[in-house]
């Protein structure tokens, strides 16, 4: 008796087995913002985005203000060292921020763009695991888990 093998109907190719490895990265971020000028400014000011304007897509639905406290963007950082300097650097842009804190697995510094959403950066540097740091304003807390 033949052997079955599963295909998709659209090309009849065999399925995929694995994940395909044509990720490139992040392509682009869509962020509500209660003020899209200062979120801008913000974000290609304090961190490294490139704004590209063609592409922006304008609603007045409220959902800035439903996104409060939520952290959408996480960047990565080599080590803690590196923290302490985005510490600086946010000081001398006069943006709220925490404290270097104790993540799952690594060292976490949280900022708080315009909007109030959250943006953080993380270490590839590890600790020895533990819980994260539990932190009301930034981390929130571990019932909240």
Known sequence: ?????????????????????????LNHLKLASRNPHATQS??????????????????????????????????????RADLEAWSRWLDAQNVEHSRVLRG??????????PDGKIVR???EEEHEWSLPEEDEVWLGSLEDK
């Open 42 to 79: 913000f974000y290609t000011t304090v961190f490294p985005f490139t704004p590209l304007p063609h592409y922006d897509h304008h609603l007045a639905d409220g959902t800035a203000a439903a996104q409060v406290g939520w952290d959408p963007v996480t960047w990565g950082v080599n080590a």
């Open 121 to 123: 950066l993380y270490t």
């Open 1 to 25: 008796m033949p052997q079955e093998t599963t295909t998709t109907a659209a090309t009849d190719t065999p399925p995929a087995t694995s994940m395909p490895p044509s990720i490139l990265g």
């Open 104 to 113: 799952v697995k690594g060292w976490v510094l949280c900022a708080r763009d």
